[in-house]
T-cell receptor, first 111, second 115 residues
Framework: QKEVEQDPGPLSVPEGAIVSLNCTYSNSAFQYFMWYRQYSRKGPELLMY????GNKEDGRFTAQVDKSSKYISLFIRDSQPSDSATYLC???????????FGKGTMLLVSP | EAGVTQSPTHLIKTRGQQATLRCSPI?????VYWYQQALGLGLQFLLW???????NRGNFPPRFSGRQFPNYSSELNVNALELEDSALYLC??????????????FGPGTRLTVT
């Protein structure tokens, strides 16, 4: 079992839809949970991060972490064509220097 | 301030050759991470350099190596290229004053194609 599992998609939705992106993980030592967004031909950029459990909201984006289920989610409300990108979940243990990434989910939002 | 830069944008090599990829972190940032993003495998950690020293490496063979220069720029070398080395190689650095962080600033990557 890989440490971080993420469905590669693609996930196709119409503009305005609510999008749910998810990752599961196996290592309970992960404490930092991040979502990176990667547009085509670009490097990833940090979208949101959460420390430990709970929810975090930033505009149209909400990140959720359920450590008991080892499950994290990213919700996008009122999705826009400009949200079309690959979304990578990433995790990090305290005291460790490296991030562990999921494979990324490709999201396509059609006008 | 300028972001992380990488060169070249594209690199085409034949099997058995050597490839050299370069990265310049954001000015004042001293740590550099290298990642491989191969199709179907996701982003995998390769190497971490900080203050000129290799601090950690991922699960890759020794033919993947690199170095960090006094100006904090970095070079990734891949020897004896194999077809499966074809991937996007990304360089990243954490925020100024940190060695590691959940937040990393990525460059645009170098697309390496091995034929």
């Amino acid at each position: 079992q890989k440490e971080v599992e993420q469905d590669p998609g693609p996930l196709s939705v119409p503009e305005g839809a609510i999008v749910s992106l998810n990752c599961t993980y196996s290592n309970s030592a992960f404490q930092y949970f991040m979502w990176y967004r990667q547009y085509s031909r670009k490097g990833p950029e940090l979208l949101m991060y959460t420390y430990s459990s709970g929810n975090k909201e930033d505009g149209r984006f909400t990140a959720q972490v359920d450590k008991s289920s080892k499950y994290i989610s990213l919700f996008i409300r009122d999705s826009q064509p400009s949200d079309s990108a690959t979304y990578l979940c990433a995790m990090m243990r305290i005291g460790y220097s490296t991030l562990t990434f999921g494979k990324g989910t490709m999201l396509l939002v059609s006008p | 301030e300028a972001g992380v830069t990488q060169s070249p944008t594209h690199l085409i090599k034949t099997r058995g050759q050597q490839a050299t990829l370069r990265c310049s972190p954001i000015s004042g940032h001293t740590s550099v991470y290298w990642y491989q993003q191969a199709l179907g495998l996701g982003l995998q950690f390769l190497l971490w350099y900080d203050e000129g020293e290799e601090r950690n490496r991922g699960n890759f063979p020794p033919r993947f190596s690199g170095r960090q220069f006094p100006n904090y720029s970095s070079e990734l070398n891949v020897n004896a290229l194999e077809l499966e080395d074809s991937a996007l190689y990304l360089c990243a650095s954490p925020p100024r004053g940190t060695r590691s962080s959940y937040e990393q600033y990525f460059g645009p990557g170098t697309r390496l194609t091995v034929t």
